[in-house]
């Protein structure tokens, strides 16, 4: 993606796109849901922007395997994950599947 892309994602993105929390302009980090790890593309359709714990957590997961830790892990991070994304209306932790 190109810097200008980037820049107005950042500028648009209210709330992480993991979990739904509201974010300052420093807590703005992009995200390839798809890691480039993993074959994903540095483009515009596989970039989100996430706060800084769902990036840490999501870390080279794919989409489906983040989906499968916060929907059965009672580890810290998946179960603080959970606490942040109870006002995000989707849950769509719940329906995706690897
Ligand atoms: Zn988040």
Redesign the pocket.
Known sequence: MRKREKLRLRSRARR??????GLRETQKTLDHVQPRTLGGVDRRKNVVI??????RLKAGMSLGEFAELVRTSTDPGPAA?RA??NRCGSRWWERTRG
């Open positions: 992480c796109h993991y979990c739904g929390v996430a706060c800084p714990p769902c990036n994950f942040r994304a």
